[in-house]
């Protein structure tokens, strides 16, 4: 999937070169110094869920979940409402500590940290919300701005980042918006520009599409999908939408009363499903073909990589 | 007509003085209380529930004082700050303290408003309490922040009459010892009106803020 020296990689030092993330972590984690220069590496998981536990009250929403998420793949989480979607991604993307079990991100554990060790891990990741969740009182240059102020970066390297990265998402003319002037699709453009700020090495989405009409879904999809090509992305997808697997993802995993229950390559799965939850899916979305949303807006699905 | 608003003139600037002060010495004080009680609250970013059940007895007890009552509680205070506890210097040691817990609950409230979720967002950023309180919570809910302050600023007019009543000063003082005790009914009247006058105009200015922030957004 990777190879050294990609282009676009180098093409990412260049528009950004200074203090990158990635050469923070080498200093440290010698796993990911040589992350793109033998075959080998390719199979490391960029992130890895362990044994997560997670209870609210009543039960337990999350049930001893272990998944691999491989280096640069785009990897579905989908299930139905309840099944501990969201808690998982809490708990992927540090915004919520487990009751049990460890989260690695890169090789690195992550889970369990605090103060400073803990805002600088999340600074690693990009997290991007159903409901956007932007900062009302900023522009949408101001919203791509925060988390590069949170990470104490100079004000010109801010400037030049926040430019590059709504361009990224194709809002370069839109920067000083207000962002409640902007349409559903733009908003989340801007939230995906804000999760990208900082260079992360994940990045998470909650139901990212959820709210968005089925072209502006599609739009946001490709747009995800082609990030990750160009910025060696790895993808982690919350979802109940099929369509949006279907469309975006390279492995799904189907989640069921806080556990995966199933996992693979998404035509493998969606094809020869094994679990009652993923046959349960797939006989749901052939009883009722106009729900199919993401396909419905016209737009050919993408095709399936297989793993 | 013109005596009156000779007369007028001076407990004028007491009061905006009082109230102005006042305001401030308010706002720093309470705040912070307000920021601390909603990041100590449940599910904030920073829960203490017992710290925090402490600090919510303490604003409540303080709300609930009659001003008056405690104008002449904290005479000594006024004293010991400001070296006389009549004046209208000294008039605002109650008045700050008494606004301190209103404008606590002030800032609490407008900061439960704020949506979860961009805090969220903000948290997956890697932004620090301090940055979320300061550069997310505050800026959203900028709105609330202001009509809320507007609130408090129009209570103190009111607060400051009372203080003016005890020798504190302010058109409340004019309107007693002249209106009331010399029965001047023109300057008693003058003097309601110019406190209406003040409420009305920053009623109005907060309101014209408030909708001009939310007109931006």
């Known amino acids: 999937m990777f190879h050294a020296g990609r282009p676009d990689e180098a093409a990412r030092g260049l528009t950004f070169p200074t203090s990158s993330s990635q050469n923070q972590d080498s200093a440290f984690d010698p796993r990911t110094t040589t992350r793109h220069s033998t075959s080998s590496l390719q199979q490391q998981p960029r992130l890895t869920l362990e044994g997560l536990s997670k209870s609210f009250g009543n039960g337990p929403v999350v049930d001893r979940l272990s998944l691999d998420v491989p280096s640069g793949s785009i990897t579905g989480v989908i299930g139905r409402s309840g099944a501990g979607k969201s808690t998982l991604l809490r708990i992927a993307a540090l915004l919520e500590p487990p009751d049990a079990g460890q989260v690695f991100h890169g090789g690195r554990l992550v889970s369990g940290l605090t103060g400073r060790p803990l805002l600088e891990a999340r600074r690693r990741t990009g997290v991007v919300f159903q409901a956007f969740n932007l900062f009302s009182s900023r522009t949408a240059a101001g919203n791509a701005a925060f988390p590069l102020e949170a990470a104490g970066r100079p004000k010109h390297e801010i400037r030049e980042r926040v430019a590059y990265l709504l361009d990224l998402v194709g809002l370069a003319d839109k920067a000083d918006r207000p962002v409640g002037r902007l349409s559903g699709g733009e908003r989340q453009r801007v939230a995906i520009a804000r999760a990208l700020a900082n260079e992360p090495e994940i990045l998470f989405c909650d139901e990212a599409t959820s709210a968005l009409d089925p072209e502006t879904t599609s739009q946001v999809l490709d747009l995800i999908v082609s990030l990750r090509d160009r910025l060696d992305l790895t993808v982690l997808m919350v979802t109940h939408q099929m369509e949006v697997v279907v469309r975006a993802c390279d492995r799904v995993a189907v989640i069921e009363a806080g556990r995966i229950v199933e996992q693979g390559g998404v035509l493998e799965v969606f094809e020869s499903p094994k679990s009652q939850a993923a046959r349960r899916m797939v006989a749901h979305r052939r009883r009722a073909p106009e729900n199919a949303g993401v396909q419905a807006a016209g737009v050919p699905a993408r095709r399936i990589s297989h793993e | ?217």
């Open chain 2, 1 to 217: 007509m013109n005596e009156i608003l000779r007369l007028l003139a001076r407990p004028l600037g007491e009061t905006l003085f009082m109230v102005l002060i006042s305001t401030v010495a308010a706002t720093i004080m309470g705040a912070p209380l307000g920021l601390a009680l909603h990041f100590m609250g449940p599910g904030g970013l920073a829960e203490r529930p017992t710290l925090r059940r402490v600090l919510d007895r303490i604003v409540n007890t303080f709300r609930s004082f009659p001003f008056v009552i405690l104008m002449i509680l904290l005479f000594p205070l006024s004293r010991a700050l400001v070296g006389t506890s009549i004046g209208t210097l000294a008039a605002v040691v109650p008045l700050s303290i008494a606004a301190a817990p209103f404008v606590a609950r002030v800032v609490e409230t407008a900061l439960a408003e704020v949506d979860r979720g961009v805090v969220d967002a903000a948290l997956a950023s890697g932004a620090s309490r301090a940055r979320i309180a300061l550069a997310v919570l505050i800026p959203e809910a900028l709105p609330s922040l202001i009509s809320g302050l507007t609130l408090t600023v129009i209570n103190l007019i009111g607060y400051s009459a009372m203080a003016g009543a005890i020798g504190g000063g302010g058109l409340g003082d004019l309107a007693v010892r002249y209106g009331y005790q010399r029965f001047r009914t023109d300057v008693m009247i003058a003097s309601v009106l110019a406190i209406l006058v003040l409420v009305e105009g920053i009623q109005a200015t907060g309101g014209i803020i408030v909708r001009r922030i939310r007109r931006m957004r």
